[in-house]
C-alpha cells in the first residue's frame, strides 16, 4: 500500500502526513456533497425573482452541512457566482459561521447576503470583481468576526480611494476602517501604494488581535502604531518593504510567539548588520517558538560560536542555542545558512536535504512565488534521489497544485513530481483508490485550466499513461475525454502531446463499453480522427498518428453504430480511399482501416452504403492482400461477408459480380493458415454468430466458421467460453446437419466444437 512508504518522522509534522491510512473508502457523505454541487437542483430550485438558486420548501440545513455545500463548490472548477449564494439568501434555513472563498466570482451584493449570517470567520482572495462597498458591509455585519483576510486580487483597498494625501477627513474622525472590535485575525495581503496613515487607522482600534499577516504590502512606515496590539503573538511580514526601520517597533510587541521576516526578493533582505538585527530581535522577544529569515542574510556568514558549550552556527542565534526554536525558515538565505551543523531549531525550512525541502513547501504553500522554488526542489529530488517520505511529499504536491490552479510553474512542477511520484511506486499505488483519484482529478483539473500550454499537457499525459487505462479513470471520463481531444485537436501538429493525447483516447477507446463509445462519439472523436486523417493526406504524412487515429476509429465504431453511421457522415469512405491511394504499402494503416469498416459493415442498415463498384471493386482487390500476415485479407472477407448475407438481391451493382467476389472470398479463406496469430480483439462473437445462420449463402458461413475455428484454436483461454456462452456450440451443431451445407464449412465447424470440447476438459481435469 501506499502508506508502506511513508514513514512518520520525529522532525516532520504529523499533519504534513495526511495521506497515511487512506486506503478507506470514500464516505457517503463525500459522494453525497460532491453529486449535489454538480447537481444543485438536487435540493434547490431556481428562483426566478432573485435570479439565483433557493433551497427547496421544507428544507433547512445547519452550518456543519451549509459551510461543506460552500466549501466543496469552491473546491471545483464551478465557480462560486450570484447563482449559488442566492441559495444562502434565507437566513432562517440555512446558517453559516465560516465562509473561505478563493477564486470565486463573488460580487459585493453576494458577500452581504453571505455576511448577514453573523460569520465569525471571513477569507477571501483572488475575488477580483469585490469593490470597496463591501467594508462597510463588514463593518455593518461583522461586530462578532474574529478572524478576516483579504488576500491577493481581492481590490476593496482602491488606490483612487486610500491612496489619496491626505485620507478623506471622515477616516480620521472615524478612527477606523473595518469597525471589528472583536477581530482576533487579520490577514490584508498585496496592498501597494496606499496613504501611510491607513495602516495606522486600520490597526490602531483593533486591540484583541492575536495574529496579523501583512504579506506583500508596502508603506508600513516606522510600525509604532502596532504597540497597543499587546495580545499580539504571530506577526506575519513577508515580502513587506522596508522591514529594517520597523524592528523596534517589532521588538516591543514582546509577547510575540511566530515572527516571520522572510523575503522572496533578493533585494529586500538585505540588513548592514544582519548578525546585530538577529540578535536584538531574538533577545528582546523572549517568547519566540517560530521564527522565518528566509531570503534575508540575517543568519550571518556562518562562523560559530559557544555559548555554555553549546555550538551555534548562527551568530543571530547563540542565545537560543540551549533553547531551539520549534520552527526556523533558512530557505534562500544568504551563505546557505540551512547547510550549518549547528542550527537551534527543531524543524528548518530550507533546501539542504529532503526534510528541509518538505517543511519548506508546507510553510510556504500559500506564497506563490516561494512555491514555485520549493516544488522545483521537490521535483529534483523525486528525478535524483530516492524519497524517504513519499507520503508527505505526494500530500505536499497535491495540495500546492490545488491551491493554485491557476499559477503555471506551480501545475508544470507538480504534474512532473507526480510522474515520478506515481512511476515510483507502481502496483503499490494501485490498492489505494482514494489516492488515485486525487491524483487524477488534480492533474485533470491542471490539464483544463492549462489546455494550451504544451508543457503541461505533456506532464499531465505522461503521468496518466502510468495508470491503469480505462479502470483508473472512469470515475471522471466525460473530462478526461474532452482533454484528450483537445491535445489532438487544438495543440501544434506533429507534437508530442497530440502524439501521446492520441494513443491515450485509443486505450479509451478500446477498453470501454457500448455506453461510453457512444459518449466518445457525442464528444466529438469521430471529428476529430477525420480531422487528423486529412491533414495527414494534405501532408502526404503516414505517421503513427495518422495509424492511431484509423485505430481509435475502429475501437469507437465497435458494435456501436451510432459511431459508425457519424464515421459514413464525416465522409469517412472518402478518406479510407484516399488513404489506400496514398499509402498502399503500411500494413498497420490496411489493417485499422479495414477493422473499421468491418464495424460498419455488421450494422445491417448501414451496409448499403458500401454497395458502390468503387468500394467493391477496393474489398475485392484486398482479398488478395497479404499485408500483416493475414489480417487486412481476413477483414475484407468480413466486410464482404456481411454485405452478401443481405441476400443477392440487395447487390445491384454489375461490376464486380457478387459471383465472383464470393469466389475470390472462398478462395482467399482457403489460403489462410488455421494456426495464425491474430492482432484483432473480439468482445462478442455476436456478428460473426449471425453469419453462422446464413444458409443461403454457405460463403458467409465459410468465413465466419473460419474464424471461429482459428480463434478457438490460437486463443482456446479468451474465445472457447465466448462461444459457449454465446450460444455458437447449438447454432454450430444446426449448421453441421444442414444438408446445404458445403463439407469445408461443416469440417471447420466440427474444429470448433472439438477445440471448445478439449478446453472444457481441461478446465475439468
Known sequence: MLQNKCRHSSILPNEICSFCNTTTPETLLDICFDYINKHPKTICNPDFCMKGLQLMEGLSLPVEICERLLNVRNNSLTPVDSNFINIFRNT????????????????????????????????????????????????????????????????????RIFGKFPLDRELYNKQYIFHTPNLRRLTIRSLHLLNPDFFMILLYPLTNLTHLDLSNCHDLNDFSYTQQLVNLNSLILYNVHGIEPMIPAICKLTNLKHLDISQSRDDQGKYEQGDKILKTIVESLHKLISLDISGTNLAGRGVAETLNESVCDIPGLTSRANNPFQYLGLYETSHDACLRHDIPAKLVAGN??????????????????MLQKVMNELFHLFRLENIEYLGQALNIVLEAMSRHLYERHIQISGSATLFYIVKGTGPELHDDVKVKRKIITTLLNGMSIHKNDDTMMRNGCLTLCQFRIPQDVLFDYERLVKILLYSVHGMAQLSFVQRIGIYLLNSLACQVDGHQKVKLGELGAINKMIWLIKERLERGLCDDVLEVAWSTMWNVTDETPLNCRKFLEQKGMEHFLQCLEKFPDKEELLRNMMGLL???????????YLITPEYLTVFSGLLDSRSDGIEVSYNAAGVISHIASDGPEVWNVQEPSR????????????????????????????????????????????????????????????????????????????????????????????IVTKNCGKFQASLEG
Request: aromatic fraction near 6%; charged fraction near 25%.
Open 659 to 750: 459471383p465472383f467476389v464470393l469466389n475470390k472470398m472462398v478462395s482467399a479463406i482457403e489460403r489462410w493458415d488455421l494456426n495464425s496469430l491474430r492482432n484483432i480483439n473480439y468482445r462478442s462473437f455476436e456478428p460473426i454468430l449471425c453469419l453462422v445462420q446464413v444458409f443461403h449463402t454457405p460463403e458467409c458461413q465459410h468465413w465466419a466458421v473460419w474464424a471461429l475455428a482459428n480463434l478457438t484454436k490460437v486463443y482456446p483461454d479468451k474465445y472457447c467460453t465466448l462461444v459457449e456462452k454465446e450460444g455458437g456450440l447449438k447454432l454450430l451443431e444446426k449448421l453441421v446437419n444442414h444438408p446445404d451445407v458445403p463439407n469445408t464449412v461443416k469440417d471447420l465447424a466440427i
Open 92 to 159: 432562517d434555513c440555512t446558517r453559516l459561521k465560516r465562509v473561505k472563498l478563493r477564486q470565486s466570482e463573488l460580487l459585493d451584493e453576494d458577500l452581504e447576503i453571505l455576511l448577514k449570517h453573523n460569520l465569525c470567520e471571513l477569507d477571501l482572495s483572488l475575488c477580483s470583481n469585490l469593490t470597496s462597498d463591501c467594508i462597510q458591509y463588514i463593518t455593518d455585519n461583522c461586530s462578532n468576526l474574529l478572524s478576516l483576510s483579504i488576500g491577493e486580487d481581492t481590490d476593496i483597498f482602491p488606490v
Open 598 to 608: 468491418g464495424n460498419v459493415a455488421e450494422v445491417r442498415e448501414l451496409r448499403r
Open 352 to 369: 539542504a536535504n529532503e526534510e528541509q525541502i518538505l517543511v519548506a513547501a508546507l510553510a510556504y504553500l500559500d506564497r506563490t512565488d
